[in-house]
């Protein structure tokens, strides 16, 4: 990729193409792609097509095409992962039956471009995840 290119890429598309060339550098030639960095390609798809896409991070036009389709199709994640859960109380408790202060559990989040929170909550008193995980994909909100 030429110097003129690079200058005409937008900085979200040019973030995608590093982690990409990061990734070639640090893996032998034929390596299988890990299925974030797929993850991160079909996202920049979105916006700048697949196309240009696929030219400018270097991956199989076809191949990209079918993890597109393979996402829209399914409306989940490649390998079927749920991208949420929620978890609600057993239905015979109400919600005031549920012991405070008692419980323990660790949250990790990740997104596609490698941001990674991790939240261990002990003891707690029914923090508001709804908004701490919007806060996080979302951060200009």
Not at 23 to 30: A, E, G, K, L
Not at 35 to 48: F, Q
Request: with cysteine.
């Amino acid at each position: 990729m030429d110097t003129r290119q690079k200058l005409d890429l937008p900085a979200r598309l040019e973030g995608f193409r590093r982690r990409f060339e990061r990734w070639r550098q640090s893996h032998r030639v034929r390596s299988r792609i890990p299925n974030s960095l797929w993850a991160a390609a079909v996202k920049a798809t979105g916006t700048y097509g697949v196309c240009r896409t696929a030219r400018v991070l270097r991956v199989n036009y076809y191949a990209l095409k079918k993890r597109v389709e393979q996402g829209s199709a399914t409306g989940l994640p490649e390998g079927g992962a749920i991208a949420f859960l929620e978890l609600a109380p057993p239905a015979d408790h109400g919600l005031a039956a549920i012991p405070t202060g008692a419980g323990e559990f660790t949250m990790e989040l990740e997104d596609v471009d490698g941001a990674k929170m991790r939240v261990h909550l002990k003891g707690f008193e029914a923090p508001d995840l709804a908004s701490l995980s919007r806060s996080f994909w979302n951060p200009a909100l």
